[in-house]
């Protein structure tokens, strides 16, 4: 297992870059998951299993990652520091994002949770762990008289063993971490449904979708289903506006109509709801799971928020994989399964009673 040593430098919350020996790139994402684009012009996006040598990877242009990834808000430019033209692609770019969710899993399918079982121990306890070997031997080879200096004293000596310890941290939280998935694992194994969320916390689902909604909650609504609330707020993603250019170049800021502006959001919502779906079946074997949506929005009288049941549906995975998710208008896959809503064009999404299962 190799690894490079670089400097990272935090650049926004999701958002950093990193300088090795082989150049720079910029990285975003959470626990678990990683886009990373290179000087190249090419990104890699990597997803594991946090303290398990399970991984998957995959490289694509990076221009595709600029336009379709990330966390919405981290991709804004100030306004008038970019062209009419760029700020009308931004936001068209945007708008294809929230739109087109359903389309994206945050896992790749069949996680075996067999194999997380069988992974050997990242290195014996007692010796160096591999961040610390790398570690180590960067330094060796960049550093001028390392060893006299690690033994010397002064800066240089407290610098490079500040180095050395966050590494060895580093270590210590690979180790426990692959203890921790190995006796999550036997747990899923033997059908321990506590262990499912378990394993949906520890593998940070929440963070992975954190970027569109407020809150997400799991639990069981029997012996067999699990149970996902999730709370967002659509105005959070949605603007009211939308940019265009005059035939002059300039730009201009027209409001949506209500049509138009309630069609994005039935498509936001329901994507959000097909790409968790798709997400834990591809993590944990479940056969269906119950999903209610609220809405937190400002009460006319008072402008406090209140949460509101928007949606309510029952997905099960065989019907799911049978879904041809490209060129489907997400909204319209719901009718696949048991649901309640009440959503009215002009008006968007009204209160629901939850469905009764």
């Given at each position: 297992m190799g690894f490079n040593f670089r400097k990272s430098i935090k650049l926004a919350k999701l958002f950093k870059l990193n300088v090795s020996k082989s150049g720079a790139s910029v990285s975003f994402g959470g626990k678990g998951f990683r886009q990373s684009i290179g000087t190249s012009g090419n990104a890699r996006t990597?997803?594991?299993?946090?303290?398990?040598?399970?991984?998957?990877?995959?490289?694509?242009?990076?221009?595709?990652?600029?336009?379709?990834?990330g966390n919405r808000t981290a991709f804004q430019n100030p306004a008038g520091s970019i062209s009419p033209e760029i700020e009308v692609e931004n936001q068209l770019a945007d708008i294809a994002l929230i739109t087109t969710l359903h389309l994206d899993e945050d896992y790749p399918k069949g996680v075996d949770w067999n194999e997380v079982i069988k992974e050997k121990e990242p290195f014996k306890k007692g010796e160096d762990g591999p961040f610390s070997k790398e570690t180590k031997e960067v330094l060796a080879a960049n550093k001028p008289g390392f060893f006299k200096k690690l033994f010397g004293g002064g800066t240089e000596l407290k610098e490079l063993e500040k180095e050395v310890e966050l590494a060895k941290k580093k270590d210590e939280e690979l180790y426990a971490s692959w203890k921790n998935n190995k006796v999550l694992a036997e747990k899923i194994l033997n059908e321990d449904k506590n262990a499912y969320i378990e394993a949906l916390e520890e593998l940070k689902l929440s963070e992975e979708i954190g970027s569109y909604i407020r809150k997400i909650d799991f639990s069981y609504a029997d012996s067999d289903s699990l149970n996902v609330d999730i709370v967002l707020s659509i105005d959070d993603f949605i603007p009211e506006e939308y940019k265009t250019l005059t035939p002059t170049g300039k730009l201009s800021v027209k409001s949506y109509t209500k049509t138009d502006y309630y069609e994005i959001a039935s498509r936001f919502v329901s994507?959000?709801?097909l790409r968790t779906a798709r997400n834990l079946f591809n993590l944990l074997p479940l056969e269906d799971v119950f999903i209610n949506v609220h809405e937190m929005e400002k009460s006319k009288y008072g402008g406090q928020e209140i949460e509101e049941l928007i949606l309510s549906i029952l997905i099960d995975r065989k019907t799911l994989d049978q879904v041809k998710m490209e060129n489907s208008n997400p909204f319209d896959v719901l009718n696949n399964f048991r649901h309640e809503v009440n959503f009215v064009k002009t008006k968007g999404f009204n209160k629901i009673n939850e469905l009764e299962i």
């Amino acid at each position: 297992m190799g690894f490079n040593f670089r400097k990272s430098i935090k650049l926004a919350k999701l958002f950093k870059l990193n300088v090795s020996k082989s150049g720079a790139s910029v990285s975003f994402g959470g626990k678990g998951f990683r886009q990373s684009i290179g000087t190249s012009g090419n990104a890699r996006t990597t997803f594991s299993l946090p303290g398990t040598g399970l991984s998957y990877s995959k490289t694509i242009n990076a221009m595709k990652i600029l336009k379709m990834g990330g966390n919405r808000t981290a991709f804004q430019n100030p306004a008038g520091s970019i062209s009419p033209e760029i700020e009308v692609e931004n936001q068209l770019a945007d708008i294809a994002l929230i739109t087109t969710l359903h389309l994206d899993e945050d896992y790749p399918k069949g996680v075996d949770w067999n194999e997380v079982i069988k992974e050997k121990e990242p290195f014996k306890k007692g010796e160096d762990g591999p961040f610390s070997k790398e570690t180590k031997e960067v330094l060796a080879a960049n550093k001028p008289g390392f060893f006299k200096k690690l033994f010397g004293g002064g800066t240089e000596l407290k610098e490079l063993e500040k180095e050395v310890e966050l590494a060895k941290k580093k270590d210590e939280e690979l180790y426990a971490s692959w203890k921790n998935n190995k006796v999550l694992a036997e747990k899923i194994l033997n059908e321990d449904k506590n262990a499912y969320i378990e394993a949906l916390e520890e593998l940070k689902l929440s963070e992975e979708i954190g970027s569109y909604i407020r809150k997400i909650d799991f639990s069981y609504a029997d012996s067999d289903s699990l149970n996902v609330d999730i709370v967002l707020s659509i105005d959070d993603f949605i603007p009211e506006e939308y940019k265009t250019l005059t035939p002059t170049g300039k730009l201009s800021v027209k409001s949506y109509t209500k049509t138009d502006y309630y069609e994005i959001a039935s498509r936001f919502v329901s994507g959000i709801v097909l790409r968790t779906a798709r997400n834990l079946f591809n993590l944990l074997p479940l056969e269906d799971v119950f999903i209610n949506v609220h809405e937190m929005e400002k009460s006319k009288y008072g402008g406090q928020e209140i949460e509101e049941l928007i949606l309510s549906i029952l997905i099960d995975r065989k019907t799911l994989d049978q879904v041809k998710m490209e060129n489907s208008n997400p909204f319209d896959v719901l009718n696949n399964f048991r649901h309640e809503v009440n959503f009215v064009k002009t008006k968007g999404f009204n209160k629901i009673n939850e469905l009764e299962i």
